[in-house]
């Protein structure tokens, strides 16, 4: 004798779909790729933090003060210059290399001049090597922290104070170091619009 209402699944018998699994399956991917997404506009500050701090890719530190311990060891550190090609600027080391003590403060000096006849907004990227070298390499004040802006044919002098961080002689991947080099780039940063111009004064009609 059967029963009609017996709900005993029979063998082969395909379960329906379950729509709360279902739900939270879709909201778990939903929660990835809007975790993906966020992560993607980070990438980019946060690996200029891990930069700043490690050295890593060649970028130098930032530092408030030179150490108060100064060593007699010495390295030679090259200056290198650059522009990218929509920059119409000329820029170059006013000394193409100097001599320095480990843990002294150091002024070094680099000329930039804007050839166009518009004002310029230029901001500078720099790295040193050898990469290794980075993390020792510190900056007090440099141009390269700000913008840059030049009137047409204006030519600025800039300044960087800067150090190596006596830790450099303990790294045994960096204390045989004779040579670094410290390389800047120079990149338009208004876009190619130029600068606007103050406002001038409007002319008076002429009398009919």
């Not at 010495?74 to 001599?99: G, H, I, K, Y």
């Not at 450099?168 to 120079?186: A, E, G």
């Amino acid at each position: 004798m059967t029963k009609d209402n017996d709900q005993t699944k029979q063998p082969g018998e395909v379960e329906g779909p379950k729509p709360a699994r279902h739900g939270l399956v879709a909201l778990a991917l939903t929660g990835v790729v809007a975790g993906m997404v966020g992560l993607s506009f980070a990438a980019v500050p946060l690996y200029e933090i891990f930069c700043q701090q490690t050295g890593y890719a060649g970028t130098p530190q930032r530092a408030d003060a030179a150490p108060t311990k100064v060593s007699d060891r010495t390295v030679s550190v090259r200056f290198d210059a650059n522009v990218m090609p929509d920059l119409p600027w000329r820029f170059e080391p006013e000394q193409n290399e100097m001599t320095v003590r480990i843990g002294a403060s150091n002024l070094a000096f680099f000329k930039a001049t804007n050839t166009s006849d518009k004002p310029i907004v230029g901001t500078a990227i720099f790295n040193v090597a050898p990469n290794s070298a980075a993390q020792y390499f510190n900056k007090i004040q440099c141009f390269c922290f700000t913008e840059q802006l030049l009137e047409p044919g204006e030519t600025m002098e800039m300044p960087v104070t800067f150090f190596i961080d006596e830790e450099f002689l303990d790294n045994v991947s960096t204390k045989h170091i004779q040579d670094i080099t410290l390389s800047y780039t120079f990149y338009r940063s208004d876009k190619g619009q130029g600068v606007a111009a103050a406002p001038t004064e409007s002319k008076g009609k002429s009398g009919s």
